[in-house]
């Protein structure tokens, strides 16, 4: 089933889904941070964002009146893999799910002689 579904898509259905995924990732990950940020950075707001990297770790702070009011960080190991492994994996399934040129002759040969 899981086959069949992958055999179908194109090459821009598979570039849809990677970037579909990203928005996903991104959304959840810094989302959250948004509406901080924002509340930070307004016209009347006293507040700051910070964000660096140190020992392979990327960081965002946001501060409102010297508050911290959100802050995150991730490994850099950890992004690339985020980033990369779902939309690798699923590339992966998409070649193994698509038929061979070589192999769908044969089929039809057979298909053929076989009547």
Do not use: C, N
Request: hydrophobic share 55%; no cysteine.
């Amino acid at each position: 089933m899981m086959r069949s579904a992958f055999a179908r898509w194109r090459p821009r259905h598979l570039l849809l889904s990677w970037i579909a995924y990203w928005l996903v990732l991104g959304l959840l990950t810094v989302g959250p941070a948004i509406p901080a940020i924002w509340r930070a950075t307004r016209g009347s707001a006293h507040g700051e964002v910070m964000g660096g990297m140190a020992d392979a770790v990327l960081s965002l702070t946001v501060k409102e009146a010297g508050q911290t009011t959100w802050t995150g960080s991730v490994r850099l190991l950890t992004l690339a893999l985020w980033v990369a492994l779902p939309p690798l994996v699923l590339w992966v399934l998409w070649l193994a799910a698509r038929p061979r040129a070589g192999r769908a002759d044969d089929v039809e040969m057979v298909r053929a002689k076989h009547g």
